[in-house]
């Protein structure tokens, strides 16, 4: 399995991204993805999911900001965000995984840079 994250960049605030984790070795439409970011000096929190059932969770801050949607041909889950604060500035990490036994995939980390 391997996840491929890509579409990071400078930005200013108040603008939009759309980052993008493409997988080989398993299917997005059967297995939930993970948003994961983190920030200089900060641990990395979770930002969303994107469940094979295609229901979603947002963690708080970026409720009303960022999208999620996914490509079952493409095998892709993307990550819109719009209104971007400089507090969303970090490396983005997609994340997926398979039960029995547990192994976890990430992503490369692409960067998000916005600017005040």
């Known amino acids: 399995v391997q996840l491929q994250a890509y579409g990071g960049g400078l930005v200013q605030a108040g603008g939009s991204l759309r980052l993008s984790c493409t997988a080989s070795g398993i299917l997005f439409s059967r297995n939930a993805v993970n948003w994961y970011r983190q920030a200089p000096g900060k641990q990395r929190e979770w930002v969303a999911t994107l469940r094979g059932s295609g229901n979603v969770a947002f963690e708080d801050s970026i409720k009303g900001r960022f999208t999620l949607s996914r490509d079952s041909a493409k095998n892709t889950v993307s990550l819109q965000m719009n209104s971007l604060k400089p507090e969303d500035t970090g490396t983005y990490y997609c994340?997926?995984?398979?039960?029995?036994?547990?192994?976890?995939?990430w992503g490369q980390g692409t960067q998000v840079t916005v600017s005040s």
């Open positions: 994340h997926t995984w398979l039960n029995d036994p547990r192994r976890d995939y």
